[in-house]
Antibody, heavy 121, light 103 residues
């Protein structure tokens, strides 16, 4: 079964840091682009960042550039999101998702169950 | 950057009725559009990709159509478990969602 399991969320103060992890199983992790997508409370979906199969290319939404870093460890079948200088507006459930189909026209399948990040003092 | 506009924002229907959800792109996206279903407290689930292809395990009552700028997700006969929020997606852009609620 193809599965993604996120961890690492929690409560952090503004300006703080957090590292999210996503453990992949059931597929050849190193063959796929991977993404992080977030959802603020009662809001819609927002793509945050993605990374190529070998980690050589990384892309970010403008609002997190310079603060967030996406990375992966193909030997550990794991995806990461290092989040620094966190702001209240970063409060959201963060999902990792596999990108499928022809880049950049693909879709996201599957999604992890999500991990909640709350930025508050 | 492409903008995806979904309508209506909320759709109130009864089980057994037909649901028609719309997604309009600000410029042509060919057939590169996906649809997702999200239930409360759950992650989004892929329903349709490339505008009209059902994902694995998705019931036949779900269908997608359209190309260019106008796309439709149709649920032919609503089941109780279909009441949820639906999103369209193209590249890294998502629509704002349509909430399908029980009338």
């Amino acid at each position: 079964e193809v599965q993604l399991v996120e961890s690492g969320g929690g409560l952090v103060q503004p300006g703080g840091s957090l590292r999210l992890s996503c453990a992949a199983s059931g597929f050849t992790f190193s063959s796929y682009w991977m993404s992080w997508v977030r959802q603020a409370p009662e809001k819609g979906l927002e793509w945050v960042a993605n990374i190529t199969q070998d980690g050589s290319e990384k892309y970010y939404v403008d609002s997190v550039k310079g603060r967030f870093t996406i990375s992966r460890d193909n030997a550990k079948n794991s995806l990461y999101l290092q989040m620094n200088s966190l702001r209240a507006e970063d409060t959201a459930v963060y999902y990792c998702a596999r990108e499928v189909g022809p880049t950049p026209e693909g879709w996201f399948d599957p999604w992890g169950q999500g991990t909640l990040v709350t930025v508050s003092s | 950057e492409i903008v995806l506009t979904q309508s209506p924002a909320t759709l109130s229907l009864s089980p057994g009725e037909r649901a028609t959800l719309s997604c309009r792109a600000s410029q042509s996206v060919s057939s590169y559009l996906a649809w997702y279903q999200q239930k409360p407290g759950q992650a989004p689930r892929l329903l349709i990709y490339d505008a009209s292809n059902r994902a694995t395990g998705i019931p036949a009552r779900f269908s997608g159509s359209g190309s260019g700028t106008d796309f439709t997700l149709t649920i032919s006969s609503l089941e109780p478990e279909d009441f949820a929020v639906y999103y369209c997606q193209q590249r890294k852009t998502f629509g704002q969602g349509t909430r399908l609620e029980i009338k």
